[in-house]
């Protein structure tokens, strides 16, 4: 009955992902599915009539799956399958309501993000940007910091602890991180002492920030935080956007309270051309590009499609979020 029952899945994949993971469903002979086959995201109205009565949905991190989205797809939706290991976008509790399964794809871009952290972390430390922009007109630049104490922070030490694997060959004097409770088991891996939130911005010459976006978590790096932050120190986010409130920042950086800041992840991403963040030489903003090399945005399509599939078969998937 279940094989009957595959045979005939309906599913809607929100985003032109990447061809290995098309060809583990493909490969599968199992689905039928559909796909909005841009790299832009698929417009809320157009998502709202393609997931009506689907068993399953690939989806991405720019889809919000709330009531309203569970409502258009209907009783038949047993897997949202999302391609990050961020699960902000999704409404936990509604899915958990409705008896749906969830996978996710956490490990598979520690990696990719851990390396895009140090690239940002140089950059701004460093002033690649504005360097290259002196390089080809006045040749004036001072200097910054370079790597000497750096800062693990909250939940997600695992990408925190693969960070600072890549650091230590730069001769990083302390590895300090903080969370709700000590962590032995993963800081003890890099040396990293437990401090409180106040000593974490006080004493860190890099503070990076790698920890899921939460109710708890929601705008904790803000002007109290900021404050107490050396002049000379520099904030890297490559989470998500929503742990930052953003004017604060930009108060921060403006006044020189900080010195810079490297971020991977904004509110709202895009960010618009016209936001107040772009006009200042000492912060660095990328598109949210932590996870997208070739070979990790592959291997989190090819996780996202077995877990969808496992999801589909009533079988436990690779990564699955406990609701
Ligand atoms: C994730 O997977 O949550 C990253 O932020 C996006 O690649």
New binding site residues.
């Given amino acids: 009955v279940a094989a009957a029952a595959m045979q005939s899945a309906r599913v809607y994949v929100t985003r032109k992902v990447p061809p290995d993971g098309l060809e583990v469903l493909r490969k599968s002979g199992r689905v039928q599915f559909e796909l909005w086959d841009t790299d832009d995201p698929v417009p809320r109205a157009e998502l709202l009539k393609k997931v009506r009565g689907v068993d399953g949905l690939l989806c991405v991190?720019t889809e919000k799956v709330d009531a309203e989205l569970l409502d258009a797809a209907g009783p038949g939706l047993k897997v949202v399958s999302t391609m990050?290991?961020?699960y902000d976008h999704l409404s936990l509790e509604e899915l958990k309501k409705r008896g749906i399964r969830v996978g996710y794809?956490p490990d598979v871009?520690t990696d990719a993000v851990a390396e895009l952290t140090v690239a940002l972390l140089l950059c701004t430390s460093r002033r690649l940007v504005e360097a290259t922009h002196e390089a080809k007109t006045y040749w004036r630049l001072g200097h910054l910091e370079d790597a000497k104490r750096f800062t693990i922070h909250f939940p997600g030490l695992g990408i925190c602890v693969a960070i600072a694997e890549r650091l230590k060959p730069f001769k990083v004097k302390k590895f300090i991180y903080t969370d709700v409770a000590p962590r032995p088991e993963l800081a003890n891996m890099i040396n990293a002492e437990y401090v409180s939130m106040d000593e974490l911005a006080q004493q860190s010459d890099f503070l990076t920030i790698c920890c899921a976006l939460t109710p708890e978590t929601q705008g904790i790096c803000n002007k109290n935080l900021f404050s107490k932050m050396k002049e000379t120190s520099i904030f890297i986010n490559t989470s998500r956007g929503g742990v930052v409130n953003q004017d604060d920042l930009y108060e921060a950086l403006a006044t020189g309270q900080i010195a810079g800041a490297g971020l991977d992840v904004t509110t709202p991403e895009p960010l618009p051309t016209s936001h107040p963040l772009f006009t200042l030489k000492n912060c660095v903003i990328l598109p949210?590009i932590?996870?997208a090399s070739y070979t990790t945005r592959n291997a989190m399509s090819v996780l996202a499609a077995n877990n969808l599939l496992a999801g589909l078969r009533g079988e436990p998937m690779e990564k699955e979020l406990k609701l």
């Fill in positions: 991190l990050s290991v961020g794809t871009l949210h932590a996870s």
